[in-house]
């Protein structure tokens, strides 16, 4: 049974920093794609931050230069390093494991998994 559980989120004042994790539990054998999406009150859920196998990433425009993505593979564990915060960053993240291959008990398998979500909340 695959897990994605996350941790790190809380509340903290605007300019302050937060670190999250997400460790993918299982049989696991590859991940193509972590990330992170996040997910405001009234707002749809939207792409943070994403990086692949080989440590290619991505951001989203607003959080260039503010955010920091990172993976340990080994560890099939996905961290966001996020500086500068600001009001607007407000939400609860979500992880994300694209293309995530397991074994389910009788062979490997490869879906797309989330994790519960973990609150951020940035203070004025």
């Known amino acids: 049974q695959v897990q994605l559980v996350e941790s790190g989120g809380g509340l903290v004042q605007a300019g302050g920093s937060l670190r999250l994790s997400c460790a993918a539990s299982g049989i696991i054998s590859g991940i193509n794609v972590m990330g992170w999406y996040r997910q405001a009150p009234g707002k749809q859920r939207e792409l943070v931050a994403g990086?692949?196998?080989?440590?290619?990433?991505n951001y989203a425009d607003s959080v260039k230069g503010r955010f920091s993505i990172s993976r340990d593979n080994a560890k099939n564990t996905v961290y966001l390093q996020m500086n500068s915060l600001k009001p607007e960053d407000t939400a609860v993240y979500y992880c994300n494991a694209e293309g995530l291959t397991a074994y389910t008990g009788s062979s490997y398998s490869s879906r797309d998994y989330w994790g519960q979500g973990t609150q951020v909340t940035v203070s004025s």
């Open positions: 990086i692949t196998s080989r440590g290619m990433t």
